[in-house]
């Protein structure tokens, strides 16, 4: 299967840490994606990582890539309460298939 | 401001009666997707429009139909629904099909069957 497995399923820290969740995958992608899913709510894109990229920055997020280990990784930096959601990745090789998530709690 | 629109939030039917989820979009996608999601589960496709041209996963059950009238609306059809189907339906667009796109996700449709 070419779903993604995020790792950990569930993850409580404080405010102000980092928080790293990991994703692993089966098969050859075009890219890598990640979504945070608000509760009850609708995905939000967070990042877009090609296959030729190793990394890739936005605001307080940052993503990795590895291909040869079929892995990628997000990490959120100063976490905020706002932060807790869960965070999906999707893997894309010719269409989306989602992983099964991390329930990120950030306490205030 | 351009986004993607479910209707309604939630929906509550009865087992085995016909319902209609609706999805509108601004963006002027080529593409819409629908989503189920039950409860601490990935999304997971049910079929897609590109452009007129339907899509079907080979897993959706016949159960499940789709109506895409133009390019701003798409319907999700469950013909009798089960227990089985409450979940959260998810519609999405992108512009390109499948690869290479990121995809815009409307709030979603809570279903319950009763």
């Known amino acids: 299967s070419q779903q993604g497995e995020e790792d950990p399923q569930a993850l409580s820290i404080q405010e102000g840490e980092n928080a790293t969740m990991n994703c692993s995958y089966k098969?050859?992608?075009?890219?890598l994606q990640w979504y945070r899913q608000n509760s009850g709510r609708g995905l939000v894109h967070l990042i877009l990582i090609r296959s030729n990229e190793r990394e890739k920055h936005s605001g307080r997020l940052r993503v990795t890539l590895d291909t040869s280990k079929k892995s990628s990784s997000l990490l959120i930096t100063a976490s905020r309460a706002a932060d807790t959601a869960s965070y999906f990745c999707?893997?894309?090789?010719?269409?989306?298939?989602f992983g099964k998530g991390t329930k990120l709690t950030v306490n205030p | 401001d351009a986004m993607v629109i479910q209707n309604p939030r939630y929906q509550v039917t009865q087992f085995g009666k016909p319902v209609t989820l609706s999805c509108s979009q601004t963006?002027?996608?080529?593409?819409m997707y629908w989503y189920q999601q039950k409860s601490s589960q990935a999304p997971k496709l049910l079929f897609h429009?590109?452009?007129?041209?339907?899509?079907n996963e080979a897993d959706t059950p016949d159960n499940f139909q789709s109506r895409r009238p133009n390019t701003s609306f798409c319907f999700l059809d469950i013909r009798s629904p089960g227990l089985g189907d409450a979940a959260m339906y998810l519609c999405a667009t992108s512009r390109v099909a499948g690869g290479v796109g990121t995809q815009y996700f409307g709030p979603g449709t809570r279903l319950t069957v009763l």
């Open positions: 429009y590109y452009d007129k041209d339907f899509n």
């Open positions: 999707a893997t894309d090789g010719g269409k989306l298939v």
């Open positions: 098969t050859s992608i075009n890219n």
């Open positions: 963006l002027n996608h080529n593409v």
